[in-house]
């Protein structure tokens, strides 16, 4: 399998060649030539190997289709190191719980829960990142070189990052955050690890402050290769990759027959999640409809319903209570609008380079393509508010005694606007609601549980260092820690 560039760039590479890079050289995201089609039994025979041998053996299976330069009993290995009980709670790895059953048209319609959330930071996040960084470890001692991961957080991929790279060799962490703009349980998680590849730069500032600052590093290209600079951002393609494996998982436990069809609702930000999904459907995973969930952000929704893509400002960016979907524009969007105008990357340049950079954002509407993206894509979306948060939280603990968080809200309160009679419909959990307890108090007036391994987390001494808002201070605390 080889991998091309959404603008068209002439370049094709393979999957480890991509790994360790962010964007293509013209600026797009990486792609699969082609997305592997399923054949006829495939889906019955990946049904058995992940009820026989579990959720590990299945990814290995899916893997195996896009990663060519990989021995398979390492990728196998890997896999298997990643996807353990140990480190995501349970055997089943991604456990589907149902909700309610609901009458839809008169025929009984199941609400399901896909529990993502279950790793060491209880964000989905963890699912690629875990994987993410053991192939890191592997590639780098392959190469027989490091990598210093310079990244901006608000919460939930810092701490991913981080708790999938602590401890690994050939790798550190750089990873700042807004000063004092975290929640208390964010905070503690990051600030409590005492490993020596993981750096916490506290910066006085907000995360663009952070962001801003890893983008004047990256933009030294002559610090960036002296000091092998490198990200996890979302739109890594093995992290994309790592999350099509959950889209089978949770397929196979919602259904008996390879024919029937479900669908998911997935909270989405920066269309990583989602895209996914995509790529899973793509390759003939009988998914009906994939409904793009966003908060009062709600970019995506209105691509979906109008055709017109307007990112924000970060002016024009609100502050939620679903802040892991606070986003101005959609980083992963780029990769489905790809597949959505045929593969045409002249014509994805022209979309994401020429109109957003100049006008800021670019219609669709009068596209027939456009008139595509439910019939032949399977998308379709809604937005929620924090009104809307708040009633679902409530409605699903006081009705069925069951505590979402915020985001997985959202997703449910989209979902239910979607349903199709007797079409399966799974939610995406994204995070667990001890994450983000302020509103769960706000919503059910009392705390959420949390998993006994984190009881007291706050009360753990923290390796932080703080720092002004200033590019040549981060730079000093790089050279000077990277030895
Ligand atoms: C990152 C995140 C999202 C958004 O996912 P995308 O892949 O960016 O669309 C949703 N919910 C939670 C809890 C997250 O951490």
Redo the contacts with the bound molecule.
Sequence with gaps: MRYLSTRGHPDRKRFCEILLEGLAPDGGLYLPERYPALDAGQLARWRAVHRDQGYAALAFEVLSLYVDDIAPADLRRLCERTYTAAVFGTEAIVPLRPLETVQVEGQPTPLLLEALSNGPTL???DMAMQLLGNLFEYELARRGESLNILGATSG??GSAAEYAMRGKQGVRVFMTSPHGRMSTFQQAQMFSLMDANIHNISVDGVFDDCQDMVKAVSADLSFKRRYRIGTVN?INWARLLAQVVYYFAGYFQATRSDRQRVSFAV????????CAGHVARMMGLPIDQLIVATNENDVLDEFFRTGLYRVRGSADTHETSSP??DISKASNFERFVFDLVGRDGPRVRGLFETALSQRGCFDLAADPVFAQVGPRFGFASGRSTHADRLATIRDLYGRLGVMV?T?TADGVKVARQHLRAGVPMIVLE??LPIKFAATLVEALGREPERPPALAGIEQLPRRVTRMAADVNAIKAYIAEHCG
């Design positions: 964000a989905f996040k939930d991929t979302s909270p989405s930000g920066n269309f990583g999640n989602v892991s979907m968080d985001h994204t995070a």
